[in-house]
């Protein structure tokens, strides 16, 4: 018999289901799968190492999407509202549910974050399983622990197959406290052999500086991964908020640090903050055109057809002093874009030539408005959030200093020592143009993050740490403790009876 030449995601019976949905508005780069071969047996035979960890990075870009893993870490925080505009953002309720927290196993959005991880997951298998150089063979470590540590993040179990099972062969599942373990040890192996990485255009690849940050990550977390109940009380153990401290220094003594213009490491310009981005082809376009209203395109014709979706909630908005400049930026004339500034948008909206714009659909100008209700919303309700613009454009982050900065913080602040994590929070205070705080609270500490890592897939992480993603706010219309783990997808517990599903489900 022949060998068969086979998609390496097709390997992945049982595991990566069937069902995939795509929104009519994506614009991510599809992922290029690397060719691996299986033997007339079945059997694994190894493939190119180097094609497929580049199959994996060129495969980063979808984090750019609006929706899969991006939706699930960002609507149901306390930071997005995604409201239905007539016909516009209905998509059967699949946005509403993520806000209201009313998802169930079938939810689209669940099943394709599931695929998404796990396939690439796989993926760093098969490299492993390649003969890659010491090297390679460290950085697919990194990579499968950075996907399965988001896994564990979002469902709480965390399946693992290796090349050796046959496509009828269920694979293993590892409960969230044996993933933690297992990815912290893989990290720590896969530290010494990476490259050390430093400040970049573009961080790309898998470092030194990167695993730290995923370690300091980890170990913030630690807490919420092992507690018996998913949804707390977490007790935070000084010896782990140690970890966290050492890991960020690492980070520090790298060369990695703040940016004085919070604005800069959104762009394409050099910025210290850069630990592990997209490769060139991870344009983050979508950020931009999930917000922006239809009438601000126009730019060019390349840039027309925003799609006047997602917007802030006005108590998230008021939790800026007026003048902190993460909140509001004028670019001036920049590139054609002029009009279109950075930060939350709100008011009138003007061209480039100081010219209103008018709203062609209602004809009126367009004001953005404070309100915004989940559904039956007017073209122009709510506040826009422009983070990446397209006038400056470069790759997308998805690891940045600022949370390695936050993380130390809190640590700090978690072990004892409010003293210096006030000093740190007020020097970024004062860099960003806000008055210090006379004192910290674990309340004053969240909202920090909030305030410099808004609209970056971290907020849930962070409600569900403080203990405040269960809060009843506008629209949320299910607030069980439950709903800090998503509900493992329904073709894949009927396809891997290893899979259990999570309570409340």
């Known amino acids: 018999m022949k060998n068969l030449k086979r998609i390496s995601t097709l390997a992945l019976s049982c595991f990566v289901v069937s069902g995939l949905v795509s929104s009519c508005t994506d614009l991510i780069v599809e992922e290029k799968d690397s060719l691996v071969v299986e033997g007339s047996g079945g059997g694994f035979i190894a493939g190119d190492a180097e094609a497929l960890l580049e199959g994996i990075y060129n495969g980063l870009s979808s984090y750019t999407d609006q929706a899969s893993t991006y939706s699930l870490n960002q609507h149901p925080s306390a930071e997005m509202i995604p409201p239905t505009r007539g016909v516009d953002w209905g998509d059967n309720g699949v946005w509403r549910t993520l806000h209201g927290h009313t998802w169930d196993a079938t939810h689209a959005q669940v099943l394709n974050a599931w695929n998404e991880l796990n396939g690439r997951s796989y993926t760093c298998e098969q490299i492993l399983a390649s ?23 979002l469902y709480g179990q965390v399946p693992r197959r290796t090349v050796d099972q046959g496509v009828d062969d269920l694979p293993n599942v590892m409960s969230r406290s044996e993933a933690f373990d297992f990815i912290v040890s893989n990290l720590e192996e896969a530290l010494p052999v990476l490259q050390p990485g430093a400040p970049a255009a573009i961080n790309s690849t898998m470092t030194q500086a990167s695993v730290h940050t ?104 008021d939790t800026f002093e007026d ?27 003007y061209r480039e030539d100081g010219t209103e714009i008018v709203d062609s659909r209602s004809l009126k100008p367009l004001q953005f408005s404070r309100d915004v209700p989940l559904a039956g919303a007017a073209t122009e309700k709510g506040i826009r959030v422009i983070k990446y613009h397209p006038a400056d454009k470069g790759v997308y982050m998805l690891l940045r200093y600022s949370d390695v900065y936050l993380m130390k913080a809190e640590a700090l602040m978690r072990s004892g020592d409010n003293g210096a994590a006030l000093t740190m929070i007020n020097d970024l205070r004062t860099m960003r143009n806000a008055s210090a705080l006379s004192s910290l609270t674990e309340d004053a500490m969240f909202a920090e993050r909030g305030r410099e890592l808004y609209w970056e897939a971290i907020a849930r992480t962070d409600e569900i740490r403080f203990g405040k993603f269960n809060r009843n706010y506008q629209d949320v219309t299910n607030t069980e403790a439950y709903t800090v783990l998503y509900p493992i997808p329904s073709i894949a517990i009927a396809s891997n009876t290893n899979l259990t599903q999570n309570e409340g489900y």
């Open 323 to 349: 003048n902190d400049l993460r909140r509001f930026e004028d670019v001036g004339s920049n590139e054609g874009y002029g009009g279109l500034n950075k930060g939350f948008l709100i008011g009138q909206q």
């Open 131 to 153: 003969n890659p150089t010491p090297g390679q063979a460290a950085e697919a470590r990194a990579l499968r622990s950075f996907f399965m540590a988001q896994i564990m993040d």
């Open 214 to 317: 995923l370690l300091a990550r980890l170990y913030l977390n630690k807490a919420v991964y092992t507690s018996a109940n998913p949804a707390g009380p977490y007790t935070f153990d000084n010896a782990d908020m140690a970890k966290v401290i050492a890991h960020a220094d690492e980070v520090t003594a790298a060369g990695f640090g703040l940016d004085s213009d919070f604005f800069k490491p959104f762009t394409d310009q050099e910025s210290s903050e850069r630990i592990f981005t997209t490769e060139a082809n991870g344009v983050p376009r979508n950020r931009w055109m999930m917000t922006m209203h239809y009438d601000q395109g126009g730019f060019d014709a390349e840039r027309d057809g925003p799609w006047n979706g997602f917007t802030t909630l006005a108590d998230f908005y």
